[in-house]
Every structure is written in C-alpha cells, then in structure tokens.
C-alpha cells in the first residue's frame, strides 16, 4: 500500500518537475529576441502556406497572357511571370510547398530514424551492426546526390520529394538515437535499474529516449531549412516538384532565362525563402540555447 | 598508427561495393527503358527488343548487377552513355577537375575565411564583432546557393560587366563559382568555429595557465586554438560532402564543364548509366574524404591517437619503462 | 580597516559579484583574514559557499563579464594586489603565488605534453631556454613521484592522482610563497587522497610555502592546517586556530558542521545533517544569512547586521548568540 502511494506521489512530482522544466525553456526561449524574431516571422508562413487559398488574390495557376511579364504594380504587387500568373499568389501558395517538404521531410526522416536507432540499441548485436553498416553505405553518398537518385526512381511530385529528401535524414536521426544508447548503457543508473529489475523497454522510453529529445528537436529544426533549400534546389534541376505548381525553387529556374529583362521574377521567390529559412534558424538557434543555457554562456 | 590506417582503408572498399549496389539497385528500377531512351521515340518493339538483349537488360537483376560490379570494379569501366555511347569514365576523367576544383576550393576558403571569423567573434563575444559575423554568418546559410549566384551573375556580368556570364575558360569566369560555392561552407564553419572555440575557452586548463602568468595571447593561440580546430575538421570532412553535391546546382548555374553539369543533363535525358556513374565517384570522393578526417584526427588529437594505437600503446610503454628502470 | 602588516598575506572586506541574466548572485560578501608566512590557513564550507571565488579573486583569474570585485584589498607582500596593472600581476601568477585546481580530469591541456605544460610557466618566469626548463620540468615531475621519463606523455595516459600531481607540479615548478590550493583531493580516491595531501605537506615544509587549502572535508583540515576559517554564503562566520575551531567551535553553522559528521562510536541511527539549504547568492535573507537553518535564531537575527565578535585572542565569531570575551576586539 505504502508503495503505490509512494509511486503515485513519485509519479506526480516527475510531472510537475516536467513541467517547470518546459516553462523554464519557453521563459529563456522567450528572452531571446532573435528567436522570437524568427518565431515571429516563422508562424506568418505557416498562417500564410495554411491559409493560403483563403488569401490569395488570383488562383496560382490562372494564366492571362494579355498580362504577361509585368513588373510589380498596383494590380500584380509583385508582377507576373511568363504565363501572365500573379507572382504574388504563386509566393504565398508555394508556402504551402516548401514548408510541406521540408516539415515532411524532416519528420519522416526524423521517425524512421528514431526507429530504426530504437531497433539497433535495442537488440543490439548483429542487429545493431547491420543497421549501423546501412547508415554508414547511406552516410557516404551525399546528401543531395542521394535525394536526386531516389528522385529519378520514384518520379517528381510533393511526396515523392518528401520521401527522397527524408531518406537523406534517416542516418543522422538514427546514429544520435544510438549514440544516446551507447553512452547510456555505460552509465551507472541503468546498471542499477537494471539490478533493479526495471524492464529494458521501460529503460528505453523513460531513460534513454528523454535525453535525445533535445538534440534530435535542435537537428531537426535546423534541418528543415537546409532541407526546404535542397528542395528548391531540386526543382531548380527539373526534378522535385514541378510547373505549375507554385514551388519557389520551379518558379526560380522558369524565371533564368529572363532574369535580362525581368530580374524581379527571380528576386521574390527567392527572397521569400531567404526569410523562411532565415526565420528557421533564428528559431532552431534560439531553441538550442533554451534546451540546454550551459552551451550558450 | 599505420595499421590503423590500412584498417581504415581496408573497411572502406566494403562502403564503396555496397554504395556501388545500392545505386544500381535503386537505378535498376527507376521507370523508363533504356533501350527506348537510345533508339528514341518511333523505334519498333522489335529493335528495342535487341538492343535490350545486346546491353543484358534482359537478363536477371542479379547477373546484371554481378556485371555492373564486375565492369566497374575490376574493369574500371563505367560504361556508356546512353545519349552519346560515350565512355563515362572517361567524361568523367575531363570534367573531374573542374569540379574539383570547386570543392577544394571551397574547403581552402572555409578554412582562411571561416575559422578566423568564428575565432574572433568568439574572441570579442559579445561585441560588435561577433554579433556582425554572426548576423552574416545566419544570413550566410540562409540563402540559397543558386539564387545568390543568379544574382550576383545579373550583378556582376550583365551590370557591370566586370566578369563573364558563364564558363571558366578565363580566370574570371571562375571568381563567381568559387565564392558562391564556398558561401554556406564559410558561413557553417564560422558558427562552428565560434562555439567550438567558446566552449574551449571556458575550460579549465584556460584557467590553469592563466595561473601559470600566461599572457592571453599565447593562452589564445597556443592552448585556446589548438584543441578549438579538432572538431572542426570533422566539419571541414562533412562540408565537403556537402560541396559535392551542391556542385551539381552550382555548375549548373554557371555552365561550368564538370561533373555536376555531366550530371544534370543525364537526368533530363533520363541517361541512367551516367547518374550510376557519376554518383558512384562521387560517393568514393566523399568516402576518402571522410577517411582522410579520421586519420587527421589521429594525427592531431592525442587521445584519439590513443585509441588507434590501442594496444600497441601498452606494449610500447612496457618496453619503455623497463628501458628507463 | 587597516590591513594586518605584518602579516604575509591579508585580505580586507573582499566583495565579489556576478551579474548573470540582470541577477546580482552576490559571491562574496565582505570577507576578511590574514595568512602569516610558512602557515596554512584552511577554508572550509559547503560547495557554493564562495571560497573558490575567493581564491581566484587573489589571483585576479575570475572570468570578468560575469564576475566583478566590487571592493576590497589583497595585501600581498607588501602590495594590494587589487592596484596591480595586468602585466605586473602576471608576473606574480604562478611564480609567486600559483594555483592547484580542483578537478584534474580537466585542469590539464589534453593536447600538450605534461612537460611542456610545466616547462612553459618555467621559461615564462625565469627565461631559460626551452630546452633548461624541460630539464627543470622533469625534475619536477621527480619531485612529485612520477617518473622523469613520462614528460612527453599526454595528460590521457595519467590516472587521475598522477594528474594532480602534475598539476601540483605545475604549480610548485617557480618556487611559489603562496599556494592557493582549491580542493585538491576532492575529485580523488581516499587512498589516493592521503598520498597526495602527504605529497603537498612534504613540498611546503621544503619551500616553506604558504598554503590556503580550500576544502568542505573536516578530515583534511584537521591533517594539515593551522589555522581555519568557516565560510558561509559569502562571509567569514569564523576563523581560528585548528584547535580552537575544533575543540571550541562557536558559530552554531560550524557546530552543525561538526555534528554532521557520523560518530562511529556513538552508535547514531541516522545522520544529523544541517536542516534546510545555503541560501541563493542572489537572494540572500537579511540580518545573519544563516538565521533561517539555525537553531538558536531570535527575531533579532533576522533584521540585524552581525559583525564578527572575538571570543579570544585569534577565536572570532559572526554571532550574536555567542558570549564573548571581555572587551571587544577589533572586529573583522
């Protein structure tokens, strides 16, 4: 009887302690004006790419060639392009493109890769060791090589970009996991709780996993960044997601050959996912600095 | 230290054959006919047919792979293409060096242009220094490389005609590459160098030689910056890596005759043999690279030099104290 | 207050601050002792209590964005090492008054040979040449029980009792007046904590160094000091002889330090820790710090300013609650 009470107290204080441990890290993330800044600007993407056919002025893919290849004016603030589209509208539905990739990507990278380093620490052995080999074949192809391979196998298109630019992300996701694993069993408590009898899946979940937390969400929200511009850069090549979807990256390399005459086709795709990615890393910064303050001073 | 080297080497050939198979493999079933791609539309059945049969694509996916793995392997032959029938390797061997040079040069960049501007930010935290290199720094790795290059071409060539608008055959033509490819690199590794070299500076044995009387600059330069640039060269391997792939994009932008163009223009001929290839090389590239990080390590990092050694240490220093007893 | 001149060493109403996130975390707060030549003067408290930052302040190394002396004197030799410009004060560190660090897991470069780390501070303050001072640099090493040959082993290959001893050996490699040693056996095993305290006895009674030995271990103090002040929260709650404190102790936080202790004779069922917490430096209560731990707090002590009462002759106490003895003497 002593004992469940003891239990149920226990249990309840793990989480009021978690819980002061979470507003802890929104109170330092707050303080920090650039990561606020980036959180800012980082929610009007998000408002803008989920509200986006609310918003929009012209459908992204309504073509006036009366009205093509105009600069930006009162009635197209930011112009219009080859096909007569409203640059403006194209901007703010293709938020709903990069931000997709690169949340999708990073999630799906993330997921797997979480499993898959679950699986390895788990069991360890020769199971710890194929997967290990996997991610080691996978590490030595670069990042974007490997994105356009698996881009050519499974075609163009959203999810079939996501699924090639999260592939790229499994292994990193997966060694942290590991690596946690690792330091882990060499740690005296898990020794003790497992005098203890405490079993290994609940050693997993309540020990091991906890402490990845931080840094795989500070990677991953790093990653979104890099992985949006990847994105771009693949629409860029003519794969990933193509015209008339409004990506920045498509509407990009369709504006290169007339960035003589029409330089602002370029510009504003590109500046709006300067500021999307700046947005990410001031956020992914600022993040990092909350999770653990010992690295910042 | 030599025999961990060759072990390294050694473990490497087992990456590169499984990289080799994991990009046929993926190619292998990647949609469109090779056959059809090089006879072009309007061939007959018939004719593909043949040809299938000539190339072995008909074959099973295991003979055909035993086959790739052979010819690229033992024979160091990457095959045609399926465009021109041109020997990939060989197109390859021509276009290497210019992309070579990009990522090189990249690196070389990071290191003279980084690492100094992450030092001194470190240096003058807090400062205006810091915060400066650290608002470019962010923006650095916030832009993306094509557009920037664009940019800077309408900029520089079209504007103000100062450089050319695309090739390298003169010295001009290569400045713009060469900087908006090193651009995120510098960037990345002013942020790194900036807190590898804050964390190191808080150490405790900072604070041992200042109680020696150290002056600030020798405790800068002589204890502060040597174990700093040990993590970064970690940074330099996985940059390069990073370098050759954006490659593809950048000589892409600038018509530069290297492998990434090679590349871009077999993905829209859907030339299949040639991503195979080049990706493959590539992939090596990075894998030495990485090799090449791990020896460095042993060389500069003392304990890690331990842990190479390893047991020939204990032997070594046996031999050393009965020497000495 | 005038400082003691004849003393060898002589702090005066040390106040350190630490400014961090727009809090003050108030360190040290008016602290006060002399340290006669040839003595070892023993600092004890609990971990937090301000005594490292103490000895870092004689030393001038606190990191200064967060830390800042406010006020106070350090009388070295003659000098108030608080006027002292950069250069002349490095002249001092490590050749007249040096430093041994508390945890030698990480006091030691681990990418420089051990002897180069003690040659250099060799060179620096005699002027030798490298190779003399690698020479005078093993010497050391022999000193401190390692083998001369290990000099050009990188500090990894030590366990961690030889790497105290190297850093022990770094900071006795000038000769120093004055050792400022911060824990030093704290990181270490008991059986290896002997051979070191052993170690460090044996070198100051060949140089006739001055030691402040900081340390939260009633044992050490009793093994080797002279004299011994109790730290609290920032200040000196009292200072003495060895044999005055510990026979005599007066302060009720220096009691409850004593009463800590597991008696294994007595027989005790369970520990008789001090209740509650040192306070947060960047709260402190008013009046006496530690009124809301001790036991004999009256209102009184919540709201008055305590000043140090001497109890007899070199016995003097922060408390209101202790008699002391016929006209007061100079507080400190």
Known sequence: ?297 | MIRYVIKRILMIIPVVLLVAVAIFTIMHFCPGDPAEIILGVGASADDINNLRDQMGLNDPFFVQLGRYMYQTFIQFDLGESFTNGLSIAGEIATRFSKTLVLALSAIMIQVVVGIPLGMAAATHRGGWLDHLCMVLAIIGISVPAFWIGLQLLLLFAQNLRWLPAYGVDTWQGWVLPIIVNSLRGVAQMARQARSSMLEVIRSDYISTGRAKGLSERKLLFGYALPNALIPLIQTLGMSFGQSLGGTVIIENVFSIPGIGQYMVKAIGNRDYAVIRGTVVILSIAFSLCMLLVDVAFGFVDPRIKAQYTGKGKRRRVRKEAKAHA | MQHNEKAFLSVRDLVVEYTSDNQVIHAVNGVSFDLERGKTLGLVGETGAGKTTIAQSILRILPDPPARVRSGEIWYDGQNLMELDNNAMRKIRGAQISMVFQDPMTALNPTMRVGAQIADGIRLHSGCSKKESLVRAQDMLEMVGIPKYRYREYPHQFSGGMKQRVVIAIALACNPNLLLADEPTTALDVTIQAQVLNLIKILKKEKNTSMLLITHDLGVVADTCDNVAVVYAGEIVESGTLEEIFDNAAHPYTLGLFNSLPNMSAGAERLRPIAGMMPDPASLPGGCSFHPRCPKATEACKTERVGMHTISGTHCCRCNKVPVAAGRGEGL
């Open chain 1, 1 to 297: 009887m002593l004992d469940t009470k003891n239990g149920v107290a226990l249990a309840e204080e793990d989480a009021v302690k978690k819980q002061s441990q979470i507003k802890e890290i929104l109170k330092r993330l707050c303080k920090n004006k650039l990561a606020v800044l980036g959180m800012v600007i980082l929610l009007l993407y998000i408002l803008v790419a989920v509200f986006a056919p609310l918003i929009i002025p012209y459908d992204f893919a309504e073509m006036n060639i009366l009205e093509k290849n105009q600069g930006p004016s009162a009635q197209h603030w930011l112009g219009t392009d080859d096909f007569g589209r409203d640059i403006f509208s194209r901007i703010l539905y293709g938020t709903r493109y990069s931000l997709g990739l690169g949340i999708g990507a990073c999630a799906l990278g993330l997921a797997i890769g979480v499993i898959l380093g679950c699986i390895a620490g788990y069991f360890g052995g020769w199971v710890e060791e194929l997967i290990m080999r996997f991610c080691d074949v996978f590490q030595a192809i670069p990042g974007t090589l490997l994105a356009i391979v698996i881009s050519m196998l499974l075609g163009t298109g959203f999810v079939n970009t996501v699924i090639a630019l999260g592939i790229g992300r499994i292994t990193l996701n997966c060694r942290m996991v590991r690596a946690q694993f690792l330091s882990q069993r060499k740690l005296e408590y898990v020794e003790a709780a497992q005098a203890t009898n405490c079993s290994k899946v609940k050693l997993m979940f309540v020990h091991i996993l906890p402490n990845a937390i931080s840094p795989l969400i500070v990677n991953t929200t790093m990653g979104i960044g890099g992985t949006i511009m990847m994105a771009a850069g693949l629409s860029f090549i003519s794969l990933g997601v193509r015209p008339p979807l409004p990506e920045w990256g498509a509407m990009m390399s369709a504006a290169r050959e007339f960035i003589r005459y029409y330089p602002y086709q370029l510009l504003f795709p590109g500046l709006a996912m300067a500021f999307l990615v700046l947005a990410l890393n001031l956020f992914g910064d600022g993040l990092r600095d909350a999770l653990d303050p010992k690295l910042k001073n």
